[in-house]
């Protein structure tokens, strides 16, 4: 994948996601519970006028068969699926979460916004080409 953040798809909408994120996390800082995080980012992006939907159902597939559901914590547009943690530090598994989201979905980014001690973003894409 390209370093150059303009080659990224949907640039503008996560650059916009993460200065939420951070505007967030400065007012509340860290220790509340991950919904907490997620109904704070929705006023904010709602006051930005950005389109999303927090604990959207999202439909695996298999085979072309539905195998499972869960519930993206925010999902803008169906562009860019928010996964919230409020953990010390992201771990492999966290990353690993979301990367599978992408695949099982035709959605192709998603961002790991982490509300711990150290706030922390991760950018994970997975293009529709290779599903």
Same mark, same amino acid.
């Given at each position: ?22 505007? !967030? ?95 922390? !973003? ?10």
């Amino acid at each position: 994948m390209n370093a150059d953040c303009q080659d990224f798809k949907y640039t503008e909408l996560t650059e916009k996601i993460i200065k939420i994120f951070y505007r !967030v996390y400065n007012k509340l800082g860290y220790g509340f519970l991950e919904k907490v995080y997620e109904n704070a980012m929705m006023i904010e992006l709602k006051k930005e006028g950005v389109s999303a939907i927090s604990q959207s159902p999202i439909k695996v597939f298999y085979e072309g068969e539905v195998i499972g559901e869960y519930y993206a914590d925010i999902l803008l547009g169906n562009k860019v699926i928010v996964e919230i943690k409020a953990a010390k530090c992201l771990v492999k598994e966290n990353e690993a979460q979301l990367l599978n989201y992408l695949k099982a979905t035709d959605i192709e980014v998603g961002l790991l916004l982490n509300f711990g001690t150290n706030p922390g !973003v991760k950018r994970k894409a997975f293009d529709n080409s290779r599903k």
